[in-house]
């Protein structure tokens, strides 16, 4: 690897952190296709995981910069984040079985559908009300500039979204993020700046167990990515701190619209993929 190609792996990373950040998605949605057209006599399996591993650096050092800002709802992250575990490690072992070809036609397909009605519905939803259920959760949230937070969910359609986009994230290596935050919004109520946070927590835990079931299946060594990740993780780390203080100053409305754009691309990526085989 020469001096140039390994410059581009840093700022790919700086970029993929910045706008993964932002939008509480990951990353991996960017990474992937351009390490597939980077490197495209590589595995599907290795691209997936140098992208996991990459998103785990990307989601964790948000998760450093949205905890300081108290924007983490780590109860509710962190029950999610125990539901995706199995997901994700069903999604890393099937993805050497899993013909893609309808899949990523389908998938892309309702990607394209979610986008568009984050364009349509922008506006945040408070749900304070209590119905006569264990399952439905009230979180109260002050962050760091005193900010309140009120919203209310059904736990139990939480932990189903999490076990299916942990699957989906070490399947398709995008971190799974860009399914989480669109659901959390509009499925869970929570608020735009507390979802992406959350979602960048839940992601730190759906990556690393998808990165470690490809490593323990011999798919990631010093020659199949290791040095890539490194390049690119210390592009995420300062981008993902970027990212964070960005949302600082983004309305919630634009990070819909953002993550919208972000949905749009993977999913007439995914279609062409498909298609195209």
Known sequence: MDILQAGFLVVLGVVVGTYGTLIGAGGGFLLVPVLLFMYPHEKPAIVTTISLAVVFFN????SVAYG???RIDFKSGALFAI???PGAVLGALAVSFVSRGLFSVVFG?????????????VREKI??????????????LVDQFGQRHTYAFDLRIGLA??????FLSSLLGIGGGIVHVPALIHLLHFPVHIATATSQFVLVVTS????AVHVAAGE?????????VLLLSAGVLPGAQIGARLAMHVRGTWIIRLLALALTLVGLRLVALGILG
């Open 208 to 211: 690393l167990t998808g990165s």
């Open 220 to 228: 990631l060594t010093p020659g199949t990515g290791l040095v890539r």
């Open 59 to 62: 989601a964790l050092s948000g």
């Open 83 to 85: 539901a995706t575990v």
């Open 161 to 166: 979204l999490s076990f299916v986009v942990g």
């Open 68 to 70: 300081r800002m108290r």
């Open 127 to 140: 749900s304070p009300d209590r119905p006569a259920s264990v399952f439905w959760k009230i979180r109260t």
């Open 109 to 121: 397909a309702v990607l394209v559908v979610i986008s568009a009605l984050s364009f349509l519905s």
